[in-house]
C-alpha cells in the first residue's frame, strides 16, 4: 500500500474574520494554493475506485489577550476557531462539489473516507509572543491534511 500526504494551511484570518471564502476572494492565491494541495487530490480520491483517504481539518486562534483572565479568554479562542473550522469544511465541501458533482454532501459517508475536524482555539500558536498584526494573522488559520491509502 502506498501513502500519499497533502498539507495546506491558509494564514490570514482578520481579527474577527472567520469566513474561508471571505479570505479566498481577498488573496486568490490562497484560494488557488489550496486547490492544488487539498481539492484537487479529494476529487482524484473520489474518481479512484478502491483508495481510501483521512482528511484532518483544524481551525485556529489567536490569542484573546483583552482580558487577563485565562479562563475568559479560552472559550472566545475556542469559538474562534470552531467558526473557522466550520467555513472551511463549507468551503471544502463547496470547492469539491465544483469539480465533482457526485460528491456526497458528507466525505463522511463514504466508506473510505474519513474527516476529522479539530477546533484548537490558540493552543497551537505559530507566533506565541505576537508583537504585531502580521504576527498574529499568522496565528489564525485553518490547517488541512489529507492522507492518501492506495492498495
Known amino acids: 500500500m502506498d501513502l500519499y500526504i497533502y498539507e495546506s494551511t491558509i494564514q490570514g484570518f482578520r481579527d474577527g474574520e472567520f469566513d474561508l471564502a471571505a479570505l479566498f476572494n481577498r488573496v486568490p492565491s490562497e484560494r488557488e494554493k489550496f486547490i492544488n494541495e487539498i481539492i484537487k487530490p479529494i476529487v482524484q480520491v473520489l474518481r479512484t475506485p478502491n483508495v481510501g483517504a483521512a482528511l484532518t481539518v483544524a ?3 489567536d490569542r484573546y489577550d483583552v482580558i487577563n ?3 475568559q479568554c479560552l472559550p472566545v479562542e475556542r469559538t474562534a476557531s470552531e467558526k473557522r ?3 472551511a469544511l463549507a468551503q471544502i465541501h463547496y470547492l469539491v462539489k465544483q469539480r465533482e458533482p457526485s460528491a456526497p454532501a458528507d466525505l463522511n459517508t463514504l466508506a473510505y473516507f474519513d474527516v476529522n475536524q479539530r477546533a484548537a482555539g490558540a493552543s497551537n500558536l505559530e507566533s506565541p509572543n505576537p508583537a504585531s498584526e502580521t504576527e498574529r494573522l499568522k496565528n489564525r488559520r485553518i490547517q488541512a491534511r489529507l492522507l492518501v491509502y492506495i492498495p
Open 85 to 87: 473550522l466550520t467555513s
Open 69 to 71: 483572565d485565562h479562563k
Open 59 to 61: 481551525g485556529h486562534a
